[in-house]
Every structure is written in structure tokens, then in C-alpha cells.
């Protein structure tokens, strides 16, 4: 049987949806590196595309939802 794919919206651009940042030990002794994995809700629904399609975003950042909407491909955006 052929599965379903869950067309969702994600309402919330900001660090949640897009990024995970993360501390980790350099090469120096005591250098702590800063890094932005992406890890969240964005990246992850992309990965399980199987299962998932984002169709919208929401945000009352006009600046937020260009950016995500261009950085994941997702064409439709709302502010309201």
C-alpha cells in the first residue's frame, strides 16, 4: 500500500523551526566552537518527505518568512 504524504504548514520562522545551535570543543585547549546545526522542525519534515510536505509558512516576520521560505523552497507564506 502506497502511503500518504501529510501536507502540514509550520507557523513560527524563528530559531525553532530552522536552526539548533550547538557548543563544541575545538582544537585549542579550552576553545569552545559555536555552531548552527540544522536539526528542527524545518530540516526535519524535509528529511521525512516521505511522509511530510510543507505547504505554508506563518510568521509575523515579513523578513523571517522570505528566508525560510527561500532557504527550503516553500512558496506560500502567511502573516496573518
Given at each position: 500500500?502506497?502511503?500518504?504524504?501529510?501536507?502540514?504548514?509550520?507557523?513560527?520562522?524563528?530559531?525553532?523551526?530552522?536552526?539548533?545551535?550547538?557548543?563544541?570543543?575545538?582544537?585549542?585547549?579550552?576553545?569552545?566552537?559555536?555552531?548552527?546545526?540544522?536539526?528542527?522542525?524545518?530540516?526535519?519534515?524535509?528529511?521525512?518527505?516521505?511522509?511530510?510536505?510543507?505547504?505554508?509558512?506563518?510568521?509575523?516576520?515579513?523578513?523571517?518568512?522570505?528566508?525560510?521560505?527561500?532557504?527550503?523552497?516553500?512558496?506560500r507564506h502567511y502573516s496573518d
Amino acid at each position: 500500500t502506497q502511503q500518504r504524504i501529510l501536507r502540514v504548514g509550520v507557523v513560527g520562522c524563528g530559531e525553532v523551526a530552522q536552526v539548533s545551535l550547538s557548543l563544541s570543543r575545538g582544537s585549542s585547549e579550552g576553545e569552545l566552537t559555536l555552531s548552527a546545526r540544522q536539526v528542527v522542525h524545518l530540516p526535519t519534515l524535509l528529511l521525512l518527505h516521505d511522509r511530510f510536505k510543507v505547504v505554508a509558512l506563518c510568521d509575523v516576520s515579513p523578513t523571517l518568512l522570505e528566508h525560510c521560505g527561500g532557504k527550503f523552497g516553500i512558496k506560500r507564506h502567511y502573516s496573518d
